[in-house]
């Protein structure tokens, strides 16, 4: 949440008296000048009331409650981002706000939420185990225009190189699509992006484009966000109890986390969205730093962990 003086940064940087200077992509972002904001602290302020909002604010709650909770490593001017395009056009504005989490469990806990664009909304949500963790990544996004969503997914992303999941998983997925299935028999699950089919997963993967008629009752989205949720609660209880076997060790999941990020980055949808508000420097950064930050350097665990993690049943 931005609690302090508010700073403007423009890129590129350039002289004040330049021409350039007026055709940058505007960025506003917080920046704390005073002690250290709460942890998970952000600001939702302006984002439109509807399901994305009430979504994120649910599966924060659900994170700020985990044992041993605290900020992920985030850098202040990308994880409050308020840009405009170089001609000013007000419907070219965008506000993005980010929740980055750790625990003993998981490495980074990300949750997005996004809006402006003339009415788009997206929630983007990923939690990536520490790779000594013997888990999948959850992985899900919602996208809206003008509270209509139109695209929904979500996934126990493997992290093994058959795409297999843990055995618990497998089941519970199933147990909930079929759940889902029962309560909205309307629900017609998509095919996968041609860049997802090399990372998500055959058995848990939910992939849904609600049609116009679905608008506004959302009956189909609604039955969609009920298996997410589920999906991240089941996460959140089996993540530490699957066994450190699954995956093929701490390197191979390392690896296999690096490959999920590798094939994200090649959705140009997103990429092109962002640099119509930010530009392609800044967008270049914040896909990788922030929305798909593995590489070969990241941290794989903390020593002396205690992982504990609710006792609650999802099931």
């Known amino acids: 949440m931005a609690t302090a003086a508010q700073h403007r940064v423009f890129a590129p940087r350039v002289s004040r008296a330049s021409p350039a200077r007026r055709r940058a992509h505007r960025v506003v972002a917080a920046r704390a000048a005073a002690p250290a904001a709460p942890t998970g602290a952000w600001n939702l302020d302006g984002c439109p009331d509807g399901i994305i909002l009430s979504l994120a604010r649910r599966l924060e709650a659900e994170w700020t409650r985990l044992p041993n909770v605290r900020d992920a490593p985030c850098a202040p001017e990308l994880k409050s981002v308020d840009a405009t395009a170089p001609d000013g056009d007000p419907a070219t504005r965008i506000r993005i706000e980010n929740l980055c989490l750790q625990t003993d469990a998981f490495r980074k806990m990300h949750l997005e939420v996004a809006w402006g664009l003339g009415g788009l909304e997206v929630l983007h949500c990923v939690i990536y185990p520490w790779a000594e963790v013997a888990a999948p990544i959850f992985a899900a996004d919602l996208v809206a225009f003008g509270g209509r969503v139109t695209l929904c997914i979500a996934d126990a992303s493997p992290c093994a190189d058959d795409l297999s999941l843990p055995r618990q998983y497998v089941d519970a997925a199933r147990a909930l699509r079929r759940s889902m299935l029962t309560s909205c028999p309307a629900v017609e699950p998509r ?4 860049w997802g089919v090399a990372i998500l997963s055959p058995e848990a993967c939910v992939c849904v484009g609600p049609p116009k008629e679905d608008f506004p009752a959302q009956t189909q989205t609604r039955a969609f966000v009920k298996y997410l949720e589920s999906l991240h609660g089941v996460h959140l209880l089996l993540a530490t109890k699957i066994g450190g076997g699954y995956g093929g060790g701490t390197g191979a999941r390392s690896r296999a986390q690096r490959r999920f990020c590798e094939k994200q980055l090649l959705n140009d949808k997103t990429k092109r969205v ?3 508000s930010m530009g ?7 896909m990788r730093e922030v929305l798909f930050d593995v590489t070969a350097n990241t941290p ?3 020593d002396a ?3 504990g993690l609710p006792t609650k049943r999802f099931l």
């Open 191 to 194: 095919p996968l992006p041609d």
């Open 274 to 276: 962002l640099e119509r």
């Open 280 to 286: 392609a420097a800044l967008t270049d950064r914040y």
């Open 300 to 302: 794989t665990g903390k």
């Open 305 to 307: 962990r205690s992982l």
